[in-house]
């Protein structure tokens, strides 16, 4: 009886033990087929045609999710005023009988030689964009201009009918010198000017770069004067620059004279 009991037991133990290798042997499953599998109890979900496993959702076993390259930055907008492109020209005609600054100069103004030598009117609440930089020599007040100059809007002096007074300076390389404030925009400044037995010279130039001028005036005999209109546009912070000389003396006192200066 015992050894039916232990053949019994001696067959059951080699069942396992064969079963057990069976599991231990037999094939793996394929997990390579980029497909995986679906829910409890339904078939495996496919990827969509012509979509990579990162944009359907389906993550290949052993590889890396596709990765998207960040979106570069967008370039700041940037908005540039374009530079102004500097201008200066000049023209030379004879000074009227009568010039009326009020009229000329709506910006600012200024006259030279009612109250002497060193004491210029200017228009009352003008710009102040006009500025006398002084120049070479020593200055004289005089009252025979040719022309005579009215105005009815300035301080010291409120109004003027016809003044025919001025300022000159005598010898060669003597002047004046004298700036006006630029804007942006185009500007027109009248430059009311003289010589006596000489041959001047007018420079002009823009403090920031630019074009450049001069004009030269002469009498040899006698007195001679002029209205120079000029026009010119630089940037806000330069200045357009004069310089109204002696060349060359051809007398005792060859000099050039300076009456006014008008602004618009």
Known sequence: ?????????????????????????????????????????????????????????????????????????????????????????????????????????????????????????????GSGEIRDEGGRGERVSYSNNPEAYTWRDGTPVESASGTMSGVYTCGKGSGFSLAVAADGRERTVRLYAGLWMARARLDLRLSGGGPASSVRLEDPHTVRTAEFTIRFRAPKGAKLLLSWTVEESMGDCGNVSLQAVALR
Do not use: I, K
């Not at 496993?53 to 390259?69: E, H, I």
């Open 1 to 125: 009886m015992w050894l039916l009991e232990a053949l019994v037991a001696f067959v059951c133990l080699a069942a396992v033990v064969v079963y057990l290798g069976t599991e231990q042997h037999a094939t793996p499953r394929e997990e390579r087929s980029g497909v995986l599998p679906g829910p409890a109890g339904g078939r495996p979900e496919l990827p969509a045609p012509g979509a990579s496993g990162a944009d359907s959702g389906v993550v290949t076993p052993g590889l890396r999710p596709r990765q998207r390259p960040p979106s570069p930055s967008p370039s700041p907008s940037t908005s540039t005023t374009p530079a102004v492109p500097p201008l200066l020209t000049v023209g030379q005609a004879d000074v009227p009988a009568l010039v009326d600054l009020t009229a000329a100069g709506p910006t600012d103004w200024v006259h030279w030689g009612l109250l002497g030598a060193g004491a210029p009117v200017h228009r009352r609440n």
